[in-house]
């Protein structure tokens, strides 16, 4: 009985699963919390992995261990492997600017979103990694002289838990890597042009890996933080590393999506993609290229508020989120009219980092608790919808959606989002799918074979419900209008 490690390095936590590499059984599990912001030093998540690994009683007995990691975060490093500046991750719109002058100088307006669609899959916002290069340069020139590499926060976490064996030694996955703007999912290359672009100059960029080639070894002493100290891993050098994933990919794997299967999760930002055979090139930006963690590519809408939009509805209300559930599920469908826009944190889909959040449709009817739960469930749910309508736009087959994340655990969620979406929702049980995503992976390396293992998450429950066009409708009016003010 093999087992296996999955790390989930996420913007709020760090996760570790320890599983059986054949059947997926779960043995045992830690985690620890990382620090808010959008600006992170990455020996916090350093740090969070060894107590979450700790927690998880060690690494000594599993067979590979796999990380998995938030998206887009800027990770460097200079000529001796030391950070340079605090990380900046994938929700800090500050390179909002410098987005729109790589549109800009790659033509502007549909001509130059058209080129980086075509060149990386993708258009650049706030998010990617390649936009915060852009603003390195532009804000801190002595910082962007430093750097000698730049990689991702699953990649700097591999790197560390190899022993940090020097740059050259730093690997990469095809799904994180696409979400960086400068490497093609379609062509399977680095577009340093466009990290030149950005930076100024060609910098080291990670190897990227196939998606069970091993990235190294776990070091038994990799150092710990600036003081040093070993890993707690109970003599387990020698163990293989997996590549690795971005977290939507990893998640991905671990509700083993399949043809005409759209995973929603809704996390701290929401999600919405599907697994395709081929690359996707949206010139419009609202759907991100990326790549999988199997070698098939994967079409993805983002927003920035998901399972936050349903903290701050409870917050306003004063109740907790199984309240706000409950008083979400009193009020009928459609909220009388009541529509909330969850622009909470600026929106990345809309590209629109700077705009906030409105209520619509307040009477004396709609001023209720009720009202405005399930307006805040709708609202938020509407925003996702909108991402599954690009995906089919993008010729994404839509059979059922799988919905995981923080925010499927609202019975208001699971049962309104059939309402919306229009097509049966499955849920599986709580989890964390994107370290069972990089634990499976984990098993691909261990046991060989040409495809990942088959695991059957177990307890999985299907909602239905006849859709409600007019939630939709309601949503999309007050969106326009709330933009075009």
Known sequence: ??????VDSSTQSCKVVVRDAETGVLVRQGRAPHPDGTEVDPAAWWSALVAAVDAAGGLADVAAVSVAG????????????????????????????????????????????????????????????????????????????RVAAVCLPHDWLTWRLAGAPGLAALHTDRSDASGTGYWSPATGEYRLDLLERALGRVVRVPT?????????????????????????????????????????AAAGLGVGAG??????????????????DAPAADSTGIVAGFADATGRFLPLVCTLNAARVLDAAAAMLRVGLDELAELALT??????????????????????????????????????????????????????????????????????VILVGGGARSLAVRRIAAQVFGCPVVVPPPGEYVADGAARQAAWLALGGSAPPSWSPSGTEEYAAEPVPAIRERY??????????
């Open 1 to 6: 009985m093999p087992l296996v490690a999955g």
């Open 70 to 145: 938030q998206q887009h975060g800027m990770v460097c490093l200079d000529e001796a492997g030391d950070v340079v500046r605090p990380a900046l991750l994938w929700n800090d719109t500050r390179s909002a600017e410098a987005a729109t002058e790589l549109v800009e100088e790659a033509g502007g307006g549909p001509a130059g979103r058209r080129f980086w669609a075509d060149a990386v899959g993708l258009v650049p916002v706030a998010s990617f990694t390649v936009t915060k290069l852009r603003w390195l340069a532009r804000h801190e020139p002595a910082n962007a002289d």
């Open 208 to 248: 990227v890996l196939g998606a069970a080639e091993a990235a190294g070894q776990l070091s038994g002493a990799a150092p710990f933080g600036s003081g040093g100290g070993p890993l707690r891993s109970g003599g387990s050098a020698g163990v293989p590393l997996g590549p690795g994933a971005g977290d939507n």
């Open 259 to 276: 043809p005409g299967d759209v995973v929603v999760s809704i996390g701290t930002s929401g999600t919405v993609f599907s697994v395709a």
């Open 331 to 400: 009020a009928p469908a459609g909220a009388d009219g009541l529509v909330m826009v969850p622009y909470l944190e600026g929106e990345r889909t809309p590209n629109r980092p700077h705009a906030t959040g409105a209520v619509h449709g307040l009477t004396l009817r709609t001023s209720t608790p009720a009202h405005l739960a399930r307006a805040a469930v709708e609202g938020m749910l509407c925003a996702l919808a909108d991402g599954l309508d690009a995906l089919a736009a993008q010729g994404a087959a839509v059979r059922r």
């Open 476 to 485: 999309a009016q007050a969106r326009e209008r709330h933009l075009d003010r």
